[in-house]
Every structure is written in structure tokens, then in C-alpha cells.
């Protein structure tokens, strides 16, 4: 059986990036983060979540943290010298991305936007992530991802 390719996976292939993939089952319903950690049998401090936010200044940023966690928007506003950020709504996740909600890859995106990883992926040897569709992850180095979308890393979760 050949795996279906997500755009993201498409653009990894063609930087010539390894990466592995995890497939699960979505008919449950179940696709935050931590359910996804639990069904690709991993753990959710190597699982991110791939959140759109926008600017006081009407500029979109991405953030990427661990499942476990919550974004603290004032220190994704520091992150990005921005006065605020604040959620999108998921009206707009589409529209911004190209992707839906619980499908949002860091990688392939309609623009390149500003984009934060959690600090704590620099730990890691691998991370986690939304392959760009439901029930598609991929797993990959951080630092070729970070190389890859130019991304920073940062504090940008709730204590």
C-alpha cells in the first residue's frame, strides 16, 4: 500500500529532508493533541501543536508547542515584538493556512509566516507534528524543521 503524500511531506521530500510518518484513526473524533500522542503511542512532550494567531499589528504568527501545553499569548507577543496576539478564529484557519483545524502543518503553509517553535524541541531529537492533514504526523528533526520554515524558538507556554 503506498502512503498518501500530504503537501507537506511533498516539500520535505523535495528539500530532501528525512522524516517519518504516523498514520491514526480520526472517526473517533478524537484529534487534539494529547489523544493523537496517545494513539501514534508516543509521548505528548514530543507532540506539537501548531497554532495560527494574529497580531496586533493584523500580522498572522505561528506558534508550535507540546500537546501538553497552553499558549501564553503575552509571551508569543514577546516572542514576535508584537503589543498582542490573539487566536484566529477557526473560521479562518483555512482561509490563512490552507489547512484545517486539527490538519495545521508548520510545514506548507499558503505563506511563509512568522513562525515559533517551544524552546523545549531544541532538547529533543525529534519532534512530532500535523503532517497537514487529519490523521497524518510527521516526525523529523527540529533543527532541519526550524531551518526549513526559518523559524525561532522561544518560551511560549503557561507555567
Known amino acids: 500500500m503506498k502512503l498518501e503524500k500530504t503537501n507537506a511531506m511533498r516539500i520535505l521530500d523535495k528539500a530532501k529532508i528525512s522524516y517519518q510518518t504516523y498514520t491514526y484513526d480520526a472517526d473517533d473524533g478524537a484529534i487534539d493533541g494529547v489523544s493523537v500522542a496517545k494513539k501514534c503511542s508516543q509521548a505528548p512532550q514530543k507532540v506539537f501543536k501548531t497554532l495560527l494567531t494574529r497580531g496586533s499589528s493584523k500580522n498572522y504568527f505561528v506558534f508550535v ?3 501538553e501545553h497552553e499558549l501564553d499569548l503575552k509571551k508569543c507577543a514577546k516572542a514576535v515584538n508584537e503589543k498582542s496576539v490573539d487566536m484566529i478564529p477557526v473560521s479562518e484557519i483555512n482561509k490563512v493556512s490552507g489547512y484545517i483545524r ?11 509566516y512568522k513562525t515559533v517553535l517551544h524552546e523545549s524541541c531544541q532538547t529533543l531529537d525529534t519532534i512530532i507534528f500535523s503532517g497537514g492533514k487529519i490523521g497524518f504526523q510527521i516526525e523529523m528533526n527540529p533543527h532541519e524543521l526550524i531551518q526549513l520554515i ?5 518560551d511560549l507556554v503557561k507555567a
Do not use: R, W, Y
Open 102 to 112: 486539527g490538519g495545521c502543518s508548520p510545514i506548507g503553509m499558503k505563506k511563509l
Open 65 to 67: 508547542i507540546p500537546v
Open 150 to 154: 526559518h523559524a525561532e524558538t522561544a
